[in-house]
C-alpha cells in the first residue's frame, strides 16, 4: 500500500469508528463530533474508559495493536455495563463491531466509577497474559530479540546451538512492516506449522535511529534477501515473503557501502588490501590434508572426525588428453584441481555417475582428504607424525552459480570480484557488462522497471547509462568459508533487511538438532559477549552470585520486617 492508500485506509477507520460510538461519547458526557477527530478521539476514549492516555500510542504500533484493539472492544462496552461473558466474546468475534448494538439498538447508561479490577480468578489471568504479551512484543520488536544458531556458517566463532540476544537498538529497530501477524513469532506458527501472517496490508520501511553504524567486520542478523521458502529448512515451492518475515540469517559484514571487495585465495580484500579481521574471528577453510598411510579411525580422530569433508580423486594425465574428456568434465563432473604431478591430476568433487567415473579412470586417494580446518588447527595438525603435509584449498573453476550467475562475470567460492558495494546517493555507470551484479537492486529492491536490448538499458521507460542507488547495501560471509551460503551466491544485503546486532550469548548447547538426549552444555560459553576482543569470557559465575546475594538479602530482610 501507498501513502495515498494508507490515508483513505484510516479515513475509513474513523468513519467506522464514529459511526459505531458516537451515541456512546455522547452519553458519557462528550460531544458527538469528538468520536470523529483522529487521535483526539482515541485520547478521549480512553479517558471514557478510565484507561492511561498513552495506551493511545500503543494503538499505532504494528502487531502490538493487534493485541490492544480487543483490549479497548471489551473496555468500552463495560464502560456501559456490558460485562458478561458472552458480551466479551460477542464483541471479540465480531471485530468491534458488537459496538454498533450497543450504540444502536440498547439502551445503556455509562458507569462512571466502574472498577477497573478483574471480577475474577480468569479474568485476572487473562488480564495479566495480555499485558505481558504485549510488553514481551515491545520488547522483542524494538529492544532485544532472541535468536539460535541454526548451522555452521560462523564455526568456529559462533556455534550452532548458540542462543544469542539480538540487539535492535545498536543499528536501530526496524519498525514492523507486515501489519497482520502473530505475536512473539517469525514466519510460522509454533506446533501447527501455519504462516503466522499476512501478506497484505504491508506498511512502508522505517528504521529507528541507532546509535551506531554497521562497521565493518561486524557479526550482522539481517533478513535473507533470496529467501522464498515459507518455513526455515524446509524446502517448498518457492513463495514470496514480506521483508521482515524473511528468515533471519547471521554472517559477517565484511563489505560496507562504499567499498570494492574482491576474494582471493578464500581472503577478502577491501579496496585492493586484504582484510584484518578481529581476533575473535576464526576462519576456517577446506584444506589438503595428506597422511603418510591411507585414512583409518585412528588418525581421522586424530585429525577430528567433525573436521572431515570428504576424499580425493585422481585422473590419469593420458585419459584428460582425449578429444572428449574436457567437454565431458564440463558436463559431467563438478571436480575442482588440487594440483597434479608427472602423472595424475588430483581433484575434489564428484561425478555425474559412476559410468563417467570408470571412463576417466578415476581413482580415490585415500591418504589425501579434505578437512575443514581453521588456521591454527592447521598448524597443530601439521605436527602430527602421521601427517605429510597440510595445504590450504582453493576453488578455482569458475561457476554460474556464484553470484550473480551469469557466465561473463562467473567466479568461485574463493575468488571473485572486484564488485562495488552500493551507497546510497551514489551513481555508478551502467552498462551491458555490469548491469548482472545490479540488476535485482534496480528491480526488486529498488522497485524499478528494467528492459535490456543489446548494450541499451531502459529503466522505468527511459533510456539509462547512469544509476544512482536510493539505500545502502552490504556484503555478508560466514566465516565458515567453503560451508556457508552468503553473499557470495546472492549478492548484496539491502539496508531495509537488516535486523540487528549479535551481542549476548545467554546459553550454548552442543548437539541441539541431536534430540534433548543428546544435549551438552557448553558451560564456558553461557553469558558471554560476541563482540570484543581476546577469549570470551563467561560471567555466568557472577550472575549465579548475584541472584544467590539477591535471594539472601531478600530471605533476610523479610524474616527481619517479620520479627518487628
Same mark, same amino acid.
Given at each position: 500500500?501507498?501513502?495515498?492508500?494508507?490515508?483513505?485506509?484510516?479515513?475509513?477507520?474513523?468513519?467506522?469508528?464514529?459511526?459505531?460510538?458516537?451515541?456512546?461519547?455522547?452519553?458519557?458526557?462528550?460531544?458527538?463530533?469528538?468520536?470523529?477527530?483522529?487521535?483526539?478521539?482515541?485520547?478521549?476514549?480512553?479517558?471514557?474508559?478510565?484507561?492511561?492516555?498513552?495506551?493511545?500510542?500503543?494503538?499505532?504500533?504494528?502487531?502490538?495493536?493487534?493485541?490492544?484493539?480487543?483490549?479497548?472492544?471489551?473496555?468500552?462496552?463495560?464502560?456501559?455495563?456490558?460485562?458478561?461473558?458472552?458480551?466479551?466474546?460477542?464483541?471479540?468475534?465480531?471485530?468491534?463491531?458488537?459496538?454498533?448494538?450497543?450504540?444502536?439498538?440498547?439502551?445503556?447508561?455509562?458507569?462512571?466509577?466502574?472498577?477497573?479490577?478483574?471480577?475474577?480468578?480468569?479474568?485476572?489471568?487473562?488480564?495479566?497474559?495480555?499485558?505481558?504479551?504485549?510488553?514481551?512484543?515491545?520488547?522483542?520488536?524494538?529492544?532485544?530479540?532472541?535468536?539460535?544458531?541454526?548451522?555452521?556458517?560462523?564455526?568456529?566463532?559462533?556455534?550452532?546451538?548458540?542462543?544469542?540476544?539480538?540487539?535492535?537498538?545498536?543499528?536501530?529497530?526496524?519498525?514492523?512492516?507486515?501489519?497482520?501477524?502473530?505475536?512473539? %513469532?517469525?514466519?510460522?506458527?509454533? !506446533?501447527? =506449522?501455519? @504462516?503466522?501472517? *499476512?501478506?497484505?496490508?504491508?506498511? &512502508?520501511? /522505517?528504521?529507528?535511529?541507532?546509535?551506531?553504524?554497521?562497521?565493518?567486520?561486524?557479526?550482522?542478523?539481517?533478513?535473507?534477501?533470496?529467501?522464498?521458502?515459507?518455513?526455515?529448512?524446509?524446502?517448498?515451492?518457492?513463495?514470496?515473503?514480506?521483508?521482515?518475515?524473511?528468515?533471519?540469517?547471521?554472517?559477517?559484514?565484511?563489505?560496507?557501502?562504499?567499498?570494492?571487495?574482491?576474494? %582471493?585465495?578464500?581472503?577478502?580484500? !577491501?579496496? =585492493?588490501? @586484504?582484510?584484518? *579481521?578481529?581476533?575473535?574471528?576464526? &576462519?576456517? /577453510?577446506?584444506?589438503?590434508?595428506?597422511?603418510?598411510?591411507?585414512?583409518?579411525?585412528?588418525?581421522?580422530?586424530?585429525?577430528?572426525?567433525?573436521?572431515?569433508?570428504?576424499?580425493?580423486?585422481?585422473?590419469?594425465?593420458?585419459?584428460?588428453?582425449?578429444?572428449?574428456?574436457?567437454?565431458?568434465?564440463?558436463?559431467?563432473?563438478?571436480?575442482?584441481?588440487?594440483?597434479?604431478?608427472?602423472?595424475?591430476?588430483?581433484?575434489?568433487?564428484?561425478?555425474?555417475?559412476?559410468?563417467?567415473?570408470?571412463?576417466?579412470?578415476?581413482?580415490?586417494?585415500?591418504?589425501?582428504?579434505?578437512?575443514?580446518?581453521?588456521?591454527?588447527?592447521?598448524?597443530?595438525?601439521?605436527?602430527?607424525?602421521?601427517?605429510?603435509?597440510?595445504?590450504?584449498?582453493?576453488?578455482?573453476?569458475?561457476?554460474?552459480?556464484?553470484?550473480?550467475?551469469?557466465?561473463?562475470?562467473?567466479?568461485?567460492?574463493?575468488?571473485?570480484?572486484?564488485?562495488?558495494?552500493?551507497?546510497?546517493?551514489?551513481?555508478?555507470?551502467?552498462?551491458?557488462?555490469?548491469?548482472?551484479?545490479?540488476?535485482?537492486?534496480?528491480?526488486?529492491?529498488?522497485?524499478?522497471?528494467?528492459?535490456?536490448?543489446?548494450?541499451?538499458?531502459?529503466?522505468?521507460?527511459?533510456?539509462?547509462?547512469?544509476?544512482?542507488?536510493?539505500?545502502?547495501?552490504?556484503?555478508?560471509?560466514?566465516?565458515?568459508?567453503?560451508?556457508?551460503?552468503?553473499?557470495?551466491?546472492?549478492?548484496?544485503?539491502?539496508?531495509?533487511?537488516?535486523?540487528?546486532?549479535?551481542?549476548?550469548?545467554?546459553?550454548?548447547?552442543?548437539?541441539?538438532?541431536?534430540?534433548?538426549?543428546?544435549?551438552?552444555?557448553?558451560?564456558?560459553?553461557?553469558?558471554?559477549?560476541?563482540?570484543?576482543?581476546?577469549?570470551?569470557?563467561?560471567?555466568?559465575?557472577?550472575?549465579?552470585?548475584?541472584?544467590?546475594?539477591?535471594?539472601?538479602?531478600?530471605?533476610?530482610?523479610?524474616?527481619?520486617?517479620?520479627?518487628?
Amino acid at each position: 500500500m501507498n501513502i495515498t492508500q494508507w490515508i483513505i485506509f484510516i479515513l475509513i477507520i474513523q468513519v467506522i469508528h464514529f459511526l459505531g460510538t458516537w451515541k456512546l461519547y455522547v452519553k458519557a458526557g462528550r460531544k458527538a463530533w469528538e468520536a470523529a477527530v483522529p487521535v483526539y478521539n482515541a485520547i478521549v476514549l480512553m479517558q471514557i474508559i478510565r484507561r492511561p492516555k498513552w495506551w493511545v500510542i500503543l494503538l499505532f504500533i504494528p502487531i502490538i495493536n493487534l493485541l490492544m484493539f480487543p483490549v479497548i472492544w471489551v473496555e468500552t462496552i463495560r464502560s456501559y455495563g456490558k460485562n458478561s461473558l458472552v458480551d466479551t466474546w460477542l464483541v471479540i468475534l465480531t471485530l468491534g463491531f458488537y459496538i454498533y448494538y450497543v450504540n444502536y439498538a440498547l439502551d445503556v447508561k455509562y458507569i462512571e466509577d466502574r472498577s477497573l479490577h478483574p471480577t475474577t480468578g480468569l479474568g485476572e489471568w487473562v488480564s495479566s497474559i495480555v499485558f505481558a504479551i504485549v510488553a514481551a512484543t515491545f520488547v522483542h520488536t524494538y529492544f532485544i530479540q532472541p535468536y539460535v544458531i541454526p548451522t555452521s556458517s560462523l564455526e568456529k566463532t559462533l556455534l550452532v546451538g548458540d542462543f544469542l540476544f539480538v540487539s535492535k537498538f545498536h543499528y536501530g529497530a526496524r519498525t514492523p512492516m507486515t501489519t497482520v501477524a502473530a505475536p512473539m %513469532v517469525h514466519d510460522t506458527l509454533p !506446533i501447527v =506449522g501455519l @504462516k503466522s501472517y *499476512l501478506n497484505k496490508p504491508q506498511l &512502508p520501511y /522505517f528504521r529507528l535511529p541507532g546509535f551506531q553504524k554497521i562497521k565493518r567486520n561486524d557479526i550482522v542478523v539481517f533478513s535473507w534477501p533470496a529467501d522464498t521458502v515459507r518455513q526455515f529448512f524446509v524446502k517448498e515451492k518457492g513463495v514470496r515473503k514480506p521483508i521482515d518475515k524473511k528468515s533471519n540469517y547471521v554472517k559477517r559484514c565484511v563489505g560496507v557501502p562504499g567499498d570494492t571487495i574482491s576474494v %582471493v585465495d578464500g581472503y577478502v580484500h !577491501i579496496n =585492493g588490501e @586484504k582484510t584484518i *579481521l578481529p581476533d575473535r574471528a576464526k &576462519p576456517m /577453510f577446506f584444506h589438503v590434508v595428506t597422511t603418510k598411510n591411507a585414512l583409518d579411525n585412528n588418525v581421522l580422530n586424530a585429525l577430528g572426525r567433525k573436521n572431515f569433508t570428504g576424499y580425493t580423486i585422481r585422473i590419469p594425465k593420458e585419459v584428460l588428453q582425449k578429444n572428449n574428456v574436457p567437454e565431458l568434465m564440463e558436463k559431467g563432473t563438478s571436480l575442482d584441481e588440487i594440483k597434479q604431478d608427472s602423472a595424475y591430476v588430483y581433484y575434489t568433487g564428484s561425478f555425474a555417475s559412476d559410468k563417467i567415473k570408470n571412463y576417466l579412470k578415476a581413482e580415490d586417494v585415500r591418504n589425501m582428504n579434505l578437512f575443514n580446518l581453521t588456521e591454527a588447527e592447521a598448524k597443530k595438525i601439521q605436527k602430527l607424525t602421521a601427517v605429510e603435509s597440510v595445504t590450504k584449498f582453493s576453488f578455482k573453476k569458475p561457476s554460474t552459480k556464484i553470484f550473480p550467475q551469469n557466465a561473463n562475470l562467473a567466479g568461485t567460492e574463493d575468488n571473485l570480484g572486484p564488485i562495488y558495494i552500493p551507497k546510497a546517493g551514489a551513481t555508478i555507470n551502467l552498462n551491458a557488462k555490469n548491469l548482472p551484479l545490479y540488476k535485482k537492486i534496480i528491480t526488486e529492491y529498488e522497485g524499478n522497471t528494467l528492459a535490456q536490448a543489446g548494450n541499451q538499458i531502459t529503466i522505468n521507460g527511459s533510456v539509462a547509462d547512469k544509476y544512482t542507488f536510493k539505500q545502502d547495501y552490504f556484503w555478508m560471509m560466514g566465516d565458515n568459508r567453503h560451508q556457508s551460503e552468503d553473499s557470495r551466491y546472492w549478492g548484496f544485503v539491502p539496508e531495509n533487511h537488516i535486523v540487528g546486532k549479535p551481542v549476548f550469548i545467554w546459553m550454548s548447547i552442543d548437539g541441539i538438532n541431536d534430540g534433548f538426549a543428546n544435549w551438552k552444555p557448553r558451560w564456558n560459553r553461557f553469558f558471554t559477549t560476541v563482540g570484543g576482543s581476546g577469549e570470551p569470557v563467561s560471567y555466568l559465575k557472577y550472575f549465579l552470585l548475584i541472584l544467590v546475594a539477591y535471594f539472601a538479602f531478600d530471605y533476610f530482610r523479610k524474616k527481619k520486617k517479620k520479627t518487628n
